[in-house]
């Protein structure tokens, strides 16, 4: 186990926000982390587990203990004719699970390529994109409990998973360190290009003709072309969460605003791009000082350089109250606030 005091941040997390931790802790066992849940660094600390640094935006200094599990080993524990099962530890990118999903023709997950960060922090946030889920594909959870210091695994049905949550960040919350996660993955060809972006990137093609290749390039190449890269802009990819709006409020949006963007869940309940709202608001491309909404896409908060953790709170606050008095919707932020 290795354990640094005072461990800057700026390059664990992707928004380059320039922060120490008291201490810093990596851990590449099981064993090292049961050794460091019974040291007094745990026990007489506040703790952070942070995976990739990509959905999160550091405040200020982290008065606690930062946690970070570089164990990566990802094997296929089960297998049949038509179905697949692999087992990641925590520290696995969760780019490079993809990778190898897609290399080795296994279905489900090719539409979650280029996504940053940790597949033990997948769950959490229960990722998505281009129409598809990682609830469509895991399996279980396991993981140590803080208060007990017991291994449990928790099976999909017990992560409470949907849009952008989970039992990770609720009754969970702070009480549960992933370790592992299992995905089913399936051997029999089914692709997903529902979503209009793919759609028109493959012109509206046969699913057969279609490779699982095919479909991560095509991701690929559409997130690269909207999103910026962290390397020159610091960002945490989609800043906000998608609202949702009953019929009524839809209705009303629809007769002031004719070119109202939104997508129909049900019967009463409809999805609004939070990007839509905030570019209608006038704030893609907006800066302020050291802050930015992205010139390609207003749902992207980025530092030009030397932004702190509050400039950016403080940026997406305005955005926050300009969409709510402009549409009478309160936007929620997918960026976990770490103080």
Request: net charge neutral; aromatic share 10%; with cysteine.
């Amino acid at each position: 186990m290795k354990l640094i005091e005072n461990q800057s941040l700026k390059n664990l997390n992707t928004f380059g926000v320039d922060v120490k931790a008291k201490y810093f802790a990596e851990v590449e066992s099981e064993s090292e982390l049961f050794e460091l849940l019974n040291s007094s660094y745990f026990k007489e600390n506040k703790y952070l587990i942070l995976g990739a640094g990509s959905n999160v935006l550091f405040l200020n200094d982290y008065d606690g203990l930062i946690i970070k599990i570089t164990d990566t080993i990802l094997n296929v524990i089960d297998e049949t004719p038509t179905e697949v099962i692999i087992e990641c530890k925590a520290g696995a990118i969760w780019d490079d699970v993809v990778k190898f999903s897609v290399d080795n023709n296994f279905y489900g997950i090719e539409n979650l390529s280029l996504i940053p960060g940790t597949i033990g922090a997948a769950p959490i946030q229960n990722i998505g994109a281009y129409g598809a889920e990682l609830s469509n594909v895991l399996l279980d959870v396991q993981g140590i409990s803080t208060s007990s210091l017991n291994q449990q695994e928790l099976q999909v049905s017990d992560c409470k998973l949907s849009y952008r949550n989970s039992i990770f960040k609720n009754e969970l919350r702070n009480s549960f360190i992933i370790t592992s996660v299992k995905l089913r993955l399936s051997k029999t060809p089914k692709v997903n290009i529902n979503y209009r972006d793919l759609k028109e990137k493959f012109n509206f093609r046969s699913f057969d003709n279609i490779s699982l290749q095919e479909i991560r390039d095509a991701v690929i190449n559409i997130r690269k072309n909207k999103l910026p890269d962290t390397q020159n802009l610091g960002n945490a990819g989609s800043f906000f969460k998608n609202p949702t709006i009953n019929k009524n409020h839809l209705l009303k949006l629809n007769d002031k605003n004719k070119d109202l963007v939104f997508f129909k869940l049900d019967e009463d309940t409809f999805k609004i791009p939070a990007g839509w709202l905030i570019e209608k608001c006038g704030f893609k491309g907006k800066r302020i000082g050291n802050v930015g909404s992205y010139e390609k896409q207003a749902l992207i908060i980025v530092n030009f350089g030397n932004a702190s953790g509050r400039e950016i709170q403080n940026f997406s606050d305005q955005i926050i109250s300009l969409v709510d008095k402009q549409f009478g919707i309160i936007l929620e932020p997918e960026v976990n606030f770490i103080s």
